[in-house]
């Protein structure tokens, strides 16, 4: 194998990027708006945690891998990590610092507590913005159809016997 | 009088801080002005750095320095080990020379103002080695086997050689015989969390907010490393995205953050990614491992054979307790085992879930359901005619052994009497199914540790301890036994765990949490109660001024470990599906009966149990790190390539405890549970393959690949 | 990741126009922020196409026509193409995890890059990133390499699973770009590697996919897609197969096979088909299309399960659409 890496792949680098490399967008996280001057390269989960200290979305691959960084946006689920800052202007994110209403935790919340859903805590912003997500989408009817729906996100923990009973109890209950 | 918590299931009193996502990890405590540093990494497996250009990256925008070997200050790298590190050998040193001793190794680190920039930029460094062939594999031409020099002492926990009788005339002799070599792959621990320091130095103090399984250590072992006293560095981590044993020792991305941060005078993010997580913060050690056993026809052993090989690094002599457990899980007057290590040109290994037994009682528990087929016997009655009754290994007794019951309640829970014994027997449809068991065993050892107790003018107490929470739930069980001890309620307890300047503990690994801390915890706040000379807080503390009450404690073995052999035992079913063409297998369910000792908080040690089943999943059936063998490149570092189990793969998984009431093993009765999750779980889903197949698979992972090509 | 900058493109025109400049496409970003992050990707520009109005999805006499920006959770629970093309409900639902699959485009998806680990990392050789290195592959860990349409110079296979399954049920493609409106079978947008790794597919500069068109067949409301995987689920194919089959009076009238996982471009097994046509239905004919279908196959030393796996896979997938008597 080579000696070296100098030669590989990036013999061609290109020269800088035509136009600027910052931009200003706005983003209503949580349902307050946000203006942000960015680095083109942001990803949504860095604007969140690096640059809106909004640290509970997490980031466990940075490769789409293992749904730890999950949000909502626009009320989809999608991995913040795989996606840029700004290409968003103007959207709706909805993080797990969002979810509760004062005291009052989201009902997926209260399961994910109840079922005893995680252990170290680190998958599971993921886990619960994916199960408001599964629910809202209706991938709840058997407790096989929430582990396929629910299988884009690891728990490195094995939580998921938890995981399954919190996301079918809070379906049933909404 | 309040009812007592322990043994209650209490929800985890940190639940609402992680689902509202207030709990922080390390890499979530930003300081103002903060940098934010990327490791290079060698793409080399052996050699010499020939040539560093940094002068691309030097001249990126946002880039604040560069460090290398060549303009690195030399650290003192004073002389420290805690038990967490090999006792042969000597941690890695980064960049203080030109040397390259595995793919992977750290060589440079970037500091840019922004994470994009200081990737970006470690992307451009251009560095050119002399590059030697590494030896990457046990197996490979080049490879060494060598005896352990820290495991030729007969006494540790791991024995080089430990024999008793004749076992290989008896095996010779014996009418029934298995001998055969199991190989399990390389597997990383793969928390969630990623392993991440923010370094903040203030004058010659430095306060890392880093994650580790001892921070204590941390402390210790970064202070020695840039020789400035213990106590001028601070660590701090009160959640730890999970680790299963790659947080405990501390690694040079540690030193590299507070290297950076000392350099450029800034606070210094540092965040491994993904694909360096397969790097230089250990990993499970392959192994390879011979078992041969011999019995008579009536199942009683007549030898025990277990010679286990393990990898390791150059630098460091890693040992487990692989083949220990051979010893004394079975009555047998004839036994033997090895354990040999094969140094190669890769990063050290260290503990991971489980470590030695996880990996050792695959190959004992495989060998043993492969005798239970020669003899035609139910693997369960085959290990209940070998049950000891003493550790025959040291003539000692058992502090509590409740491998029967275990037996009983699994098999019961599980439906075992519904078995047809013969393979390719069962089955659903097309898919085959099968049933397989396999016992397990995890030592239950505690370690001195120290905590204090403040008992509060409303009536409610604090507890410090330097313990740590990667997931068991150590926030909530210290909250049971101090509410316990004090009588509080769970509610008026507080436990602050995560800081080095706390009451030091052992690290937070090896199932000792509970025995340990909790017995300084017990300890402590049963001193402050017996300093209050009652429970009636409000008033006491009134009476005195509004004065807190504080009472510290520490708690230290006993001489229990000289007078019982301390062990968890559990026995472990699981059922497979097998798809006969496609090879896919599927864990449909599995139930772990587990003779624990006293259970804290039993939602907890279910979660905890049925956790360590899902780490079996991915032991059994997926988990390998591919290394390329021309280089030691770890070639699936990654996410999507690293399988481990998802949602789907898991089907219902049962956690059951014994009643055990244990009076020698610790204050608590406690033994931990955190290993034993693990052990049991992969061979006893090897052993439901061959039931489904008829097939043995002996290397690890049983992937498609295996069961076609068997 | 490489400094670029950034343009979300108003209309179709304007988008083309820059992309003609040398700017990048950017759909769902899935396949390539990961690979700019990696820079195995380091495009200048990104011209962001997810304003253009191309997520469409509608049946009309002719066929399915999916736009090109419709998400793959889109057509997946679009209830118009799980009755015209369960198939491709299939491949779909069978891709990534539902996280991804609400980003990731079916141009994107189309277009997404191999996943070999190799390519994926810019210190090791590869021909594919940077034609002339070499391809680390063949002489290292290749147990997920193809087995058809490798050359000595990359053997990666291509990744996704609904190219599988359009390939199979002939979609066409159409584009739009500088040198105007194009359109053409999903296989041809595929090249192997041959000589020249490095070019994956045959769309022009700036050229953009705007609609896929899936031709109604009296096959396609018998199908399967079987992705066979040592996970359960997120995880790419070991081996697929895509099988849409019609079968009258127990005669096999028509029929269309592909696999994944085992071609360096989405598989098409037309030597199967044509084994099958006018057949018996039953297992001997699924035996005799199995067998065609490994005709022909190059392992390399690490996957040479892959070629029986094939053969196993194509049988089953046929009995689960035909019957497994
Ligand atoms: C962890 C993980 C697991 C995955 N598992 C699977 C799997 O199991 N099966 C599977 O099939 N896929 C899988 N994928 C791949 C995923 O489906 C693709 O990344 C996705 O479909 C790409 O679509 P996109 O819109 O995000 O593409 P982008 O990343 O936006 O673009 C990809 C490429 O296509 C170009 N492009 C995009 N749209 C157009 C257009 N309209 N015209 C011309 N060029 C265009 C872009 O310039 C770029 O080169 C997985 C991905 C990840 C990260
Ligand atoms: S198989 Fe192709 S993509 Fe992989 S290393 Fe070889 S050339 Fe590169
Ligand atoms: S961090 Fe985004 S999927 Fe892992
Ligand atoms: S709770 Fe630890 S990874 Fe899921």
């Known amino acids: 194998m080579a000696a070296g890496s100098a030669a590989l792949g990036v013999a061609d680098l290109p020269t800088d990027a035509a136009g600027p490399q910052t931009a200003e967008i706005e983003l209503i996280v949580n349902g307050r708006s946000r203006r942000l001057e960015l680095d083109t390269r942001t990803s949504l989960l860095d604007a969140l945690r690096e640059h809106l200290q909004l640290t509970g979305t997490k980031k466990g691959c940075n490769q789409g891998a293992c749904g730890a960084c999950t949000v909502l946006l626009d009320g989809r689920r999608v991995n913040s990590c795989l996606t840029l800052a700004l290409m968003h202007d103007g959207a709706h994110i909805t993080t797990v610092e969002g979810l509760a209403r004062g005291d009052a935790l989201h009902p997926v919340q209260a399961a994910f507590i109840e079922h005893d859903g995680f252990q170290c805590g680190y998958c599971t912003p993921g886990q619960i913005m994916s199960a408001v997500a599964c629910i809202a989408e209706g991938h709840t009817g058997s407790d096989d159809e929430i582990r396929a729906w629910m299988s884009g996100n690891i728990c490195r923990c094995g939580a998921y016997p938890g995981i399954v009973a919190a996301v079918a109890q809070a379906a049933r209950a909404g | 009088m309040i009812d007592p918590s322990i043994g209650l299931p209490l929800p985890r009193v940190d639940g609402r801080a992680k689902v509202t996502g207030a709990a922080q990890y390390a890499a979530e405590f930003n300081q103002p002005n903060q940098v934010y540093a990327v490791v290079v990494n060698s793409t080399v497996g052996l050699g010499r750095i020939a040539a560093i250009d940094a002068a691309a990256a030097t001249g990126m925008p946002g880039v604040v320095a560069i460090l290398s070997h060549l303009n690195a200050p030399r650290l003192p790298y004073h002389e420290h080990r805690a038990f967490v590190d090999p006792a042969i050998g000597e941690r890695l040193h980064v960049l203080q020379d030109d040397q390259v001793r595995f793919f992977g190794h750290p060589v440079a680190v970037v500091i840019a103002e922004t994470l994009d920039q200081a990737e970006h930029a470690a992307a451009a460094m251009r560095i050119s080695y002399a590059a030697e062939t590494p030896v990457v594999r046990l197996d490979a031409p080049g490879a060494v086997m060598i005896v352990p020099d820290a495991a030729r002492k007969p006494s540790g926990r791991t024995i080089a050689d430990g024999v008793r009788g004749d076992p290989d005339a008896a095996f010779a002799q014996a009418t029934h015989q298995i001998d055969a070599t199991y190989d399990i792959a390389r597997e990383h621990h793969n928390p969630m969390e990623p392993h991440a320091t923010v370094a903040l130095w203030d004058g010659d103090h430095l306060t890392l907010w880093s994650k580790s399984q001892f921070v204590v250590n941390e402390a210790i072992e970064i202070a020695a490393v840039f020789g400035v006293p213990a106590e001028q560095v601070l660590v701090i981590c009160p959640f730890i995205g999970g680790a299963f044993g790659a947080a405990l020792r501390t690694w040079s991305h540690v030193t590299l953050a507070a290297l950076a941060a000392r350099h450029v005078g800034r606070p210094v993010k540092l965040v491994l990614s993904r694909r360096q997580m397969f790097y230089a913060v250990g990993h499970r050690p392959r192994t390879v491992q011979r078992v041969a056993l011999a019995a008579a026809p009536d199942g009683r052993l007549a030898a025990i054979i277990h010679e286990g090989t393990a990898e390791t690094s150059r630098y460091e002599q890693y040992i487990d307790a692989l083949t220990t457990a051979s010893a004394f899980l079975y009555a047998c007057p004839n036994v033997r085992t090895t354990y040999r290590l094969v140094p190669l040109d890769s990063s050290t290994p260290t503990f991971m879930r489980g470590p030695g037994e996880a990996s050792g009682i695959v190959a004992l528990e495989c060998a043993m359901d492969e005798l239970a087929v020669a003899l035609a016997m139910d693997p369960i009655e085959l290990r209940l005619r070998n049950e000891p009754t003493v550790n025959e290994q040291n003539g000692l007794p058992f502090s509590s052994r409740s491998m029967r019951a275990c037996y009983a309640l699994g098999a019961a829970r599980f439906g075992w009497e519904r078995r047809d014994p013969r393979p390719r027997s069962m089955h659903d449809g097309r898919l085959l199914i099968g049933w397989g068991m396999a016992a397990a065993t995890y030592p239950s050892s505690r370690a001195p540790a120290n905590a204090r107790a403040r008992i509060l003018a409303d009536g409610t107490a604090e507890v410090e301890t330097a313990a740590s929470d990667m997931g068991p739930g150590t926030y909530t069980s210290m909250t049971q036994v101090a509410a316990d001890a004090l009588e509080l309620a769970p509610a008026d307890v507080r436990i602050r765990i995560g800081r080095s300047d706390f009451p030091p503990t052992p690290p937070h690994g090896g199932s000792m949490t509970m025995a340990s801390v909790g017995s300084a915890v017990q300890a402590a706040c049963l001193a402050a109660r017996a300093l209050a000379g009652g429970t009636n807080y409000r008033d006491i503390i009134a009476r005195r001024g509004g004065e807190p009450i504080v009472a510290a404690a520490s708690s230290a073995r006993g001489d229990e470990q000289r007078r019982f052999s301390m062990n968890a035992f559990g026995a472990v079913f699981a059922e497979v599906a097998v798809d006969p063409d496609l090879c896919t297998v599927r864990v449909r369910r599995a139930v772990g009966a587990y003779g624990a000792g006293r259970i804290i908080n039993p939602r907890l040690a279910r979660s905890q149990c049925t956790g360590g089943m899902v780490g079996g999943i991915g032991m059994a059936l997926m988990e390998q790190t591919v290394v390329d063998t021309r280089d030691g490149r770890p070639v699936n570092a990654s996410m999507a390539d690293y399988l481990v189990p998802v949602n789907l793969d898991v089907g219902s998984l049962d956690a059951l405890f014994v009643d055990e009431d244990d009076p020698y093993v610790n204050p608590l009765g406690a033994k931990g549970i955190g290993e034993i999750a693990i052990v049991g779980m992969a061979p006893a889903i090897a052993n439901a393959v061959f039931h489904a197949t008829g097939q043995r698979v002996r290397d690890f992972p049983i992937r498609i690949e295996a069961l076609l090509s068997t | ?325």
């Open chain 3, 1 to 325: 990741m490489h400094p670029f900058s950034f343009h979300a493109a108003a209309t179709e025109q304007e988008a083309i126009a820059e992309a003609a400049a040398g700017g990048r496409y950017i759909a769902g970003g899935t396949t390539l922020v990961d690979l700019m992050r990696e820079e195995v990707e380091r495009p200048r520009r990104l011209i962001d196409i997810n304003r253009l109005p191309l997520r469409d999805v509608h049946v009309q006499d002719d066929g399915l026509v999916i736009g090109a920006l419709a998400r793959m959770s889109d057509v997946a629970r679009d209830p118009a193409t799980a009755q015209v093309q369960p198939l491709i409900v299939d491949a779909l639902v069978e891709g990534a995890s539902p996280q991804i699959r609400n980003m990731a485009s079916i141009g994107g998806n189309l277009l997404q890059r191999v996943r070999c680990s190799y390519f994926r990392t810019l210190d090791a050789p590869c021909n594919k990133r940077t034609p002339g290195s070499g391809c680390s592959a063949i002489g290292g860990a290749n147990s997920g390499h193809a087995l058809f349409g490798t050359s000595v110079h990359c053997v990666a296979t291509h990744p996704s699973d609904l190219a599988v399954a359009l390939v199979a049920l002939d979609a066409v493609i159409l584009t739009r770009g500088p040198g105007g409106a194009r359109r053409f079978p999903v296989e041809a947008l595929y090249r192997m590697p041959g000589e020249t790794p490095h070019l994956e597919h045959t769309l022009e500069p700036g050229e953009m996919i705007v609609e896929i068109r899936v031709p109604h067949g009296s096959y396609a409301r018998r199908a399967r897609y079987l992705k066979v995987r040592d996970r359960a689920s997120y995880e790419f194919a070991v081996v697929s197969v895509a099988v849409a089959m019609d079968i009258d009076g127990g005669i096999v009238r028509d029929v269309r096979l592909a696999a994944g996982g085992v071609g360096t471009m989405p598989w098409r097994l037309r030597g199967s088909e044509a084994v099958l046509t006018g057949r018996q239905s039953g297992r001997a004919a699924w035996r005799d299309a199995a067998e065609r279908a490994i005709d022909g196959a190059q392992p390399l030393v690490g996957n040479h399960f892959k070629v029986e796996l094939l053969r196993r896979t194509v049988v089953r997938a046929l009995e689960m659409v035909g019957g497994a008597a």
